[in-house]
């Protein structure tokens, strides 16, 4: 590998680094050497990872090797080379026999780095890029929370974290967890030290070798170089003090940190409600129940599993009842001149409230410990995992530890509170309707109760708690920090070292541009105010059709928020555009669901690599998962469409709160945000982050489409990533970005490296038989295996006599199709000019279609169903040839005639529900048997309204119908048509 050196530091790298990352590794040792904190930006694709890891650890031994080599000199002006000298040496003691003063002030304490990123999924990448390097040797460990370590079988199946967390403490303390005995003969096994070892590799070794993962990673810590963790584990004070972590001249390299103040103002806030408080009410009077019943025992059995002797009393019991009940009459106490929105109170009221019932400094610690055993209690005995109790009891143990921060000067803190505080209290609700998003009205049902939020508004709060610990150095990375100044400000601690790079990405590799409006003229505004606008939303859906038209392979859609994304498939599906979407490439959506999630994401990665089809859509959400961590490199993502500007929800009592927050302190501290930047800027980072899911290294090439008039305020382009700013184009009609995105990807398609799967080109694009098949849509998605598995559909068709094999059996259907149709006839299925779906339309109604038609704007709405030469709802309108995409106007084959008959089948199944799916099988089969079509007209009816948006459906029947019955139906559909 080669070798580079930087400020006398010799770093080893895989392959000779790029400008911008010599830069970056200059940055990093810089900040090392001279214990001072960072704030680092390079473009996600410019190795900021690989540079971070590679650069810090050379630092680390080099400072490693000095000291041994400053022991040892120490130790030979000692005369003292013999076994306690090497002792120390290999254990790694601070203070060797006989060390100068200038080698025990480097501290072997520090040999540590700490690598802290958002998610266990990008430590894992993180460590895999390690595994890359020559540093792959160090002593390395990641830290991970029992849901993700516990091999236990009766704890990791708990779904609570709190009760998982006391089941395990009450395990372990009494010896009954087998998992954990077995820790302290194993730690010292070479296995778990010979390779970097992420959370998965961690867990499989420890159910092979009978050895807690969770208990093991906690002694492998102790000895690492390096340990990996999310950074909330160092951001948030409970989970630091829970997990050990000890940041005495520790080096902390904080990645992704562009949610590093997010996350410092949740970890320090917290909420309770009047509700929680009557359950700690509950809680402590059943743990009163139950000591009454065992009253006539000598000792109160406080662990079930090894009778541990009491260590709560029930005079402790009725003081911490007494307590509650008095904490329930002071909040109830407290009038709200505001009852529909709340009232906002300074940080120091919350000292206020608990010093009603004795809580001061100094008191929470006595308190804090009775509740812990009384959780331990709770959560041990309860005999079922759905009566767990404990949680309120831990919710307010959490509260008494974030207000009062045992560690900290009481008058300091106090003070602190006062200015980075704020105290809201508003009217609790009920949470059974309760929705996660705040951008949607909240139909809940208002009670007696009160919600009390803690919140902080300073991330500096956390940082200055974080690096009072004792940190050496802090460097802070991501690709999207701009505007550096802002995010600086908003810390909190000295930043000494600063760095911008541009990308290493040319101009012919990224195509940027705003589109303020659609390809109807009608301007493309998200705000509050148009959002809902039929009129918007139509030109929207148009949009995005003609780029899947031109993009190829992987688009990328991200919304500001999942309201508006549920909005606009709806009014898509209404409205037809939904499926012309779907017809030119899958459609997947990000789902709410964590279950969900994975399985979305390798069906669309799968369709990216199906050389039979034009790639997929990905509709997602910024801030959403996918707009995290992932990775759309090469035809995963060839172009991200940015849906108007992600801002936070304005009338939320937290947002309200943070700009008036920052409007008081802007007073005194010139260099502060105002509130309206701020809440701009919190928009601006969120598109800089999704937009950073694409182009992912050097020879990576894709476009980059605001869709937006907003995203031509100066203000905002001054906030996009530095690297992004010089690319971006103003295109003033829809024409324009179609012949750049056109000429944009020939070019890059010729002369830049192409992804080893085939597909279909961007240009002139002819509908792909094979890919007909495979179009779907998926919201709600399985897996591939799982789709393999289904037992319903085809199979339940077969049942009800419904003959497949009439369409899969080609050869044997043609030599039927003289004779009298007694069965259902796909042959007369073909594949409409611009569509998936089968051409189900009577052939009067067709048009001639030239051959061969360039990719062309749609800018009117779609035709009718009876007008249009298709039957589909969902087809391109026909009357303009200038208006649609190319197509291919020749007749199926006869292979095509199967997938077209499979897939009007698809369509049926996912139209209809399971009983209607039964019924449709059962009108096929009885109109085979009998030719009743009076019968057959009056089920499709039912099914298939012709009122409704089913009634393309109905319509596409016709292909399968008998010939004696073909005119009777077409009449049916023109009478209707006259009706």
């Not at 080599?69 to 080379?81: P, T």
């Not at 997010?262 to 402590?284: F, G, N, P, R």
């Not at 698809?906 to 039964?918: E, G, I, M, P, T």
Request: aromatic content about 8%.
């Amino acid at each position: 590998m080669p070798e580079i050196t930087i400020n006398d530091i010799v770093v080893n790298f895989p392959f000779k680094p790029y400008p911008v990352q010599l830069e970056y590794m200059k940055k990093v040792i810089e900040c090392l050497q001279n214990s001072q904190h960072g704030v680092l930006e390079s473009p996600t694709g410019t190795g900021k990872t690989l540079s971070l890891l590679c650069s810090s650890l050379s630092w680390l031994l080099t400072k490693k090797a000095q000291l041994q080599a400053q022991m040892i000199a120490g130790a030979i002006e000692k005369k003292d080379l013999g076994g306690h000298f090497f002792k120390h040496l290999t254990n790694g003691l601070e203070k060797a026999v006989g060390l100068p003063d200038n080698v025990q002030s480097f501290g072997w304490s520090m040999a540590k780095i700490i690598y802290a990123s958002r998610t266990h999924s990008q430590l894992s990448q993180a460590m895999h890029e390690l595994k890359r390097t020559s540093y792959k040797h160090v002593a390395t460990t990641v830290l991970g929370s029992r849901d993700q370590l516990c091999i236990h079988p009766e704890v990791s199946k708990e779904t609570n974290t709190f009760n998982k967390i006391h089941m395990c403490h009450s395990k372990v303390k009494s010896r009954t967890c087998f998992y954990y005995n077995n820790v302290e003969a194993r730690k010292d096994d070479p296995v778990f030290k010979e390779e970097v070892l992420d959370i998965e590799d961690l867990v499989k070794l420890g159910q092979k070798h009978k050895c807690c993962p969770y208990f093991l990673t906690k002694e492998l810590k102790q000895n690492a170089d390096i340990v990996f963790m999310p950074y909330n584990y160092l951001l948030d004070p409970k989970t630091r003090r829970s997990q050990g972590i000890d940041l005495q001249n520790t080096v902390v390299l904080l990645d992704e940190a562009h949610n590093v103040e997010k996350v410092c103002e949740e970890a320090a806030s917290l909420q309770i409600s009047s509700t929680d408080i009557a359950m700690c009410i509950d809680e402590v009077t059943s743990v009163m129940q139950d000591m009454a019943k065992n009253s006539d025992q000598q000792s109160f059995d406080f662990l079930s599993e090894n009778n541990v002797q009491k260590d709560f009393t029930a005079e402790d019991l009725c003081l911490l009842k007494a307590m509650f009940l008095e904490l329930e009459k002071a909040i109830d106490s407290i009038e709200l001149k505001n009852s529909s929105e709340g009232n906002t109170f300074p940080g120091g009221f919350i000292f206020e409230l608990l010093e009603k019932v004795e809580l001061t400094h100094g008191k929470e610690q006595i308190v804090i410990e009775k509740l812990e055993k009384i959780i331990l209690y709770l959560t041990t005995t309860s005999t079922s995992p759905f009566a767990r109790k404990g949680n309120a009891l831990q919710k307010f143990s959490d509260l008494l530890r974030t207000v009062f921060n045992s560690g900290a000067s009481i008058a300091r803190h106090r003070e602190k509170v006062k200015r980075c505080y704020k105290v809201h209290i508003q009217i609790e609700e009920q949470k059974k309707n309760y929705k996660n998003d705040v951008w949607e009205s909240k139909k809940m049902t208002k009670t007696d109760g009160k919600l009390i939020s803690y919140w902080c508004f300073s991330p500096g709060f956390g940082m200055e708690q974080m690096v009072e610990q004792g940190i050496r150095s802090v460097v802070l990375t991501s690709g999207t920090l701009s505007p550096l100044k802002s995010f600086i400000s908003e810390l909190g601690i000295p930043i000494a070292v600063q760095l911008e790079n541009p990308h290493i990405v040319t101009k012919g590799q990224v195509c940027v541009g705003i589109l303020s409006q659609g390809p109807d003229n009608h301007p493309l505004n998200s705000s509050y105010n148009t959002r809902n606008d039929p009129k918007y939303i139509a030109s929207l859906g148009r949009t995005v059709y003609n780029f899947s038209c031109i993009v190829p392979h992987g688009l990328l859609i991200f919304f500001p928020s999942y309201p508006i994304m549920k909005k606009c498939r709806d009014e898509w599906q209404n409205m037809g555009l939904w499926t012309q979407i779907a017809e030119r490439k899958p459609i997947y959506v990000e789902p709410n669901s964590k279950e969900g999630f994975v399985n979305v994401m390798n069906e669309y990665y799968q369709k990216i690599r199906d050389p039979s089809c034009k790639g997929a859509v990905f509709m997602a959400v910024c801030r959403g998962k996918v707009s995290e961590g992932l990775d759309f490199a090469n035809a995963n993502g060839r172009a991200v469409l940015i849906i108007g500007l992600p801002f936070p929800p304005l009338k939320d009592p937290r947002v309200m709160l943070k700009q008036r927050y920052l409007e008081e302190i802007k007073t005194t501290e010139k260099e502060s945000l105002t509130g309206q930047e701020w809440y701009q800027l919190e928009a601006s980072r969120a598109v800089n982050q999704a937009i950073g899911r694409i182009i992912r290294h050097k020879s990576d090439y894709g476009a980059v489409i605001l869709c937006d008039c907003r995203f031509e305020n100066p203000n905002f382009k001054k906030q996009l990533s530095t690297w992004l700013r010089p690319y971006i184009k103003k295109f003033t009609n829809f024409g324009m970005i179609t012949k750049e995105l056109r000429d944009f990807f020939k070019n890059a398609e010729s002369t830049l490296p192409q992804p080893s799967i085939t597909h279909a080109q961007y240009g002139n694009i002819d509908i792909s038989l094979s890919a007909v098949g495979a179009t779907f849509e998926t919201t709600v998605s399985h897996s591939l295996k799982q789709k393999a598995q289904d037992n319903f559909g085809t199979q339940e068709l077969i049942k009800n006599s419904f003959n497949i094999n009439m369409y899969l059996n080609e050869s044997a259907k043609d030599k039927q199709s003289t004779k009298p149709q007694s069965a259902i006839n796909f042959s007369a299925c073909k594949l409409n000019n611009n569509q998936s779906t089968c051409k189900l339309a009577n052939h009067r109604f067709e048009e001639p279609v030239p051959k061969r038609r360039k990719i062309n704007i749609i800018s009117s709405g779609i035709d009718s169903y009876f007008s249009a030469p298709s039957t589909s709802s969902l087809t391109v309108p026909e009357s303009n040839s200038k208006q649609n995409c190319v197509q291919d106007d020749k007749d199926a084959s006869k292979d095509d005639k199967k997938v077209l008959g499979k897939q009007y089948l698809k369509d049926v199944k996912r139209a209809l529900s399971a009983n209607d799916y039964k019924i449709f099988a059962i009108m096929i089969q009885n109109y085979t048997e009998s030719g009743d079509f009076d019968e057959l007209l009056k089920t499709l009816s039912n099914l298939f309204p012709l009122t409704g948006q089913l009634q393309h459906l109905f319509i596409g029947f016709q292909s399968f119908l008998k010939k004696q019955h073909i005119t009777t139906f077409e009449n049916y559909i023109k009478n209707l048509k006259l009706s």
